[in-house]
């Protein structure tokens, strides 16, 4: 049953933007894009699957670092034009740089400046150099 998909206001891609925040901390990890598919998916196997506009193709997240967000909840904004996944992340990285977040820098002075440390370096988590999943 798919009906809640309908209620969806996807843009004109058919895409949807989707904000992941971890379920216990409240930060904001990540934003990617799905599409109706990627979401049904996501309850299906209970796991952040998003929709890779660069690829064109599904991107089950962790498919390739092994940094798997595990979905605890999905919620839908008051315009139901943005979700929000309450993701259990595994491993404790969300950014292909290795990093908690992807929201790593902070405008100061100016200038953005990197707040966070790389967790991991990009090279010893993905295989072949990939600077995204």
């Given at each position: ?11 004109q891609d058919g895409l949807i933007p989707a904000i992941a ?113």
């Open positions: 049953m798919t009906d809640w998909l309908d209620h969806i206001r996807w843009n925040q971890d379920w216990q901390s409240g930060r904001v990890l990540m934003l990617a894009w799905m599409n109706r598919e990627a979401l049904a998916l996501t309850l299906a196997e209970n796991r952040a699957i998003y929709w890779s506009r660069s690829r064109g193709k599904l991107w089950r997240k962790g498919e390739e670092s092994g940094h798997v967000q595990k979905l605890h909840e999905l919620r839908l904004d008051c315009d139901a034009d943005v979700l929000l996944l309450l993701v259990e992340q595994i491993g404790g990285i969300a950014c292909h740089s290795g990093r908690e977040s992807c929201f790593y820098r902070v405008q100061k002075d100016g200038q953005w400046q990197i707040t966070d440390p790389v967790l991991k370096p990009a090279e010893a988590i993905y295989q072949q150099g990939h600077p995204h999943e």
